[in-house]
């Protein structure tokens, strides 16, 4: 799968060079084997964004852009947009992509993140949790399972965080620094340490939806999806 996620990353044109960060050896000999550039990292980082500067810190460039191994579906496009948006916009420390949430069990998933924006852009909330929350729907149906099968159309309240991250380097290096934060403790959502400090992520539309794979059934599918070519 993550031999997947670098051919996904070089694809993209303002990728010159993709790296793969690990801990473990057999992704790093799979890697290697696959006749990519891999580098073995300490086993100690809170969140693969610390995992990320380590690398980083050894790599000679500006910008940094962080294709999680569980996103072997990432469109090239959607790297490509999410670059753009970060070098377009100089108040932001962080880009990331977001994309329409597509089913009720996405939006109830804790391991599906959804993303909260704002004015420009910018991120407001990162949460595991179905936000923002539909309250009066909620009250009206008894609970938000109800009320999302009854009215499908509240989808569009949600939108799912992709997993991907571009970074100035400097930023990341700063980043790396800092302890980790109680709500980036509390959702086990690094990005939440970059909002509690106060520092902007600009978010963008993904271009072509990404399945994120968290659990084995999305393993099975996305491997379906492999093999009849549907990316």
């Keep these: 799968m993550v031999v997947h996620v ?19 050896e057999r992704i790093f000999e799979a890697v290697r084997s696959a006749g990519h550039e891999a580098l073995m990292t300490s086993p100690e980082h809170a969140s693969g964004s610390d995992r990320l500067a380590e690398a980083a810190a050894k790599i000679d460039c500006d910008v940094v ?13 959607t790297i490509e947009v999410a670059v753009g948006a970060l070098l377009e916009d100089e108040g932001a420390a962080v880009s990331t992509t977001s994309e329409p949430v597509e089913t009720a069990a996405d939006v109830l998933s804790h391991d599906v993140v959804k993303v909260v924006v704002g004015g420009g852009g910018r991120a407001l909330y990162f949460s595991r949790s179905p936000v923002p929350f539909p309250r ?9 399972a109800a009320a999302l099968e009854v009215e499908p159309r509240l989808l569009a309240t949600f939108r799912k965080h992709t997993g991907l991250y571009v970074y ?9 620094r800092w302890p980790q934060t109680p709500l980036e403790r509390a959702e086990s959502l690094e990005q939440l340490r970059i909002l509690e400090r106060g520092h902007a992520i600009r978010v963008v539309e993904a271009a072509a939806p ?6 084995e059934d ?6 379906e999806m492999l093999e009849r070519g549907d990316r």
């Design 210 to 215: 990404s399945v994120g794979v968290d659990t």
């Design 6 to 24: 670098v051919e996904r990353a070089l694809a993209a044109p303002s990728v010159s060079r993709a790296v793969v960060a690990t801990d473990d």
């Design 218 to 223: 999305d393993l099975r599918r996305v491997r």
């Design 136 to 144: 009066e729907a909620a009250r009206r149906y008894g609970s938000l």
């Design 168 to 176: 100035r380097r400097a930023f990341l290096l700063e980043y790396a």
């Design 65 to 77: 852009v962080n294709v999680q191994g569980d996103e072997p579906l990432i469109a090239p496009e």
